[in-house]
């Protein structure tokens, strides 16, 4: 950030009195400039004991499959972010469930959730940022070729729920790859 979205003028990283972490804060109007991490919401919809995916058409990892998600909007809550996101990926309609899985991505300043999901038909198609979507049984998930490690986790964690005939919530932190 280099300019003050209040006032325009130039703004410094420094720590605020009273607080302890380095903030943007403009030197004309001394407006203070919290960044925090973005929400990413999204949903194992099931249908018939499958699993709808989307295969991305936009970067990052184009191509790759991943539950439908997206970037929570303001004035939104998160189960509405996660049926809008669903909708707007995989024209899909869902029955939202319980909060599933949150996982935590600090290196990039995002927050994963994901909440359980049953669809409501099977007229489901790609949306504007989505290649194709597709049912998948835990048999025929695309393991190597999901997108996101959040993505992988959930869906492990979800698999393995389902087959305890017990779902619970689960939270994982996820750090950098390093190599």
């Known amino acids: 950030m280099n300019f003050c979205s209040h ?17 943007h804060v403009c030197q004309r109007c001394g407006t203070i400039h919290y960044l925090n991490p973005k929400l990413v919401v999204g949903c194992v919809a099931e249908w018939n ?5 989307c295969r991305r058409s936009i970067a990052p990892r184009y191509g790759l499959w991943t539950l439908p ?8 809550t998160t189960s509405e972010a996660a049926i809008r996101e669903t909708l707007e990926e995989a024209c899909a309609r869902i029955e939202i469930g ?7 991505v600090p290196h990039i300043n995002q927050v994963h959730l994901f909440y359980r999901a049953r669809l409501v038909d099977t007229g489901f198609a790609a949306g504007r940022e989505t290649l194709a979507t597709a049912l998948f049984s835990e048999e025929a998930v695309p393991w190597q070729d999901l997108a ?9 964690a979800y698999f393995a729920d389902r087959l305890a ?12 790859h390093r190599g």
């Open 148 to 156: 996101f490690q959040s993505v992988t986790l959930c869906l492990r």
């Open 49 to 53: 004991g499958q699993i709808l995916l």
């Open 98 to 104: 319980p909060l599933f899985s949150l996982v935590n």
């Open 7 to 23: 006032c325009g003028g130039v703004v410094n990283l420094a720590i605020p009195e009273g607080d302890n972490l380095p903030r």
């Open 165 to 176: 005939r017990h779902f619970s919530f689960h939270e994982e932190d996820l750090q950098p």
């Open 69 to 76: 998600a997206g970037f929570m909007e303001n004035g939104e």
